[in-house]
């Protein structure tokens, strides 16, 4: 039997539907008190995770995050994004973990390496990082059999003004979308947050790729858009997994697909940065299960 992390709220912990009333003289004892784990598998196909695949998942964020690290460490002009590649694939077999991106839908290679006007999934190659270039870093490792999902956009060098302008929006629009979650918001209110901080600052809002309901696979339900309107789409409810990748652009949010059916580039050229966490909802609001400072 799998125990909900739903057991875990206390009767005077305020209410899951985000009332804040005590639960107990809410949802507790009402019919509002569903079997959120069977209605959220038979209405939206979500899968919510119970306390032993949540520490799963946490595992597999933790070698992401010592993945991550490494990563930076060796990112400077003159190195190649295969050499990301490289150090990325080692890592996961030294940690008996496997790189979900590898062989995923035909991708060639164990993790995105995105450059400057690229948007997101970017294939390592031969290409040399230079100075002033930004690099969005996008690992999965399945550790265990659980997936956990986080990218960070680095500086190669000395950052441009364009460079670190999009690199703090994108990065504000993450920490702004997860400060969103907790049980009784909407999807929509993450959404909101994000598309009105970003284009107040005259950038725009990737719509073509969203974040995702993650852990047991790499693209679970629900998808969770990066532009909305508050109150609207799915209610959170605690035990819910899923990422927030909002993918903000310098210029216009128009994209298109390179040949190799993969690289996502903006159609005006202009820089793009991505900042990425795989999110929990809890009872009282949210846990970063790949957690790195905003
Ligand atoms: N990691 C990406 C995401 O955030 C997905 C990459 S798919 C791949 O959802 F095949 F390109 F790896
Ligand atoms: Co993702
Ligand atoms: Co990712």
């Not at 940065?273 to 846990?287: K, N, S, W």
């Amino acid at each position: 039997m799998e125990k909900s992390i739903i057991g875990k709220i206390g009767r005077n912990d305020p209410c899951i539907c985000g009332s804040g009333k005590k639960y107990k003289k809410c949802c507790m004892n009402t019919q509002k008190n569903r079997n959120f784990k069977k209605e959220y598998m038979d209405k939206y196909n979500i899968i919510l995770k119970d306390s032993q695949q949540i520490e799963g998942i946490k595992k597999s964020g933790r070698l992401l995050l010592s993945i991550l690290d490494k990563v930076e460490k060796i990112i400077e002009p003159g190195i190649t994004t295969n050499m990301i590649n490289d150090l990325v694939h080692e890592e996961h077999v030294r940690s008996s973990a496997i790189p979900a991106p590898l062989n995923y839908r035909g991708f060639p290679k164990s993790v995105c390496t995105s450059v400057n006007e690229v948007i997101c999934h970017g294939i390592p190659s031969d290409r040399i990082l230079n100075k002033g270039d930004i690099v969005n870093v996008d690992i999965t490792p399945i550790l265990n059999n659980y997936y956990a999902d986080a990218s960070k956009t680095f500086f190669v060098g000395t950052p441009t003004r364009d460079g670190r302008k999009i690199v703090d929006i994108a990065k504000e629009a993450l920490k702004r979308g997860i400060n969103a979650v907790k049980p009784g918001a909407t999807l929509g209110d993450i959404g909101f947050v994000i598309q009105n901080y970003a284009e107040s600052l005259g950038c725009s809002v990737v719509r073509e790729f969203v974040g995702h309901g993650v852990g047991i696979n790499f693209h679970e339900q629900p998808q969770v858009l990066h532009y909305g309107t508050r109150g609207n789409g799915i209610k959170l409810v605690p035990g819910m997994v899923f990422t927030i990748e909002p993918m903000i652009n310098l210029g216009k949010k128009e994209l298109h697909v390179l040949d190799d059916n993969w690289t996502a580039v903006t159609d005006d050229n202009s820089l793009s940065a991505q900042f990425e966490q795989t999110i929990l909802v809890t009872p009282t609001g949210c846990e970063s299960l790949t957690p790195f400072e905003l």
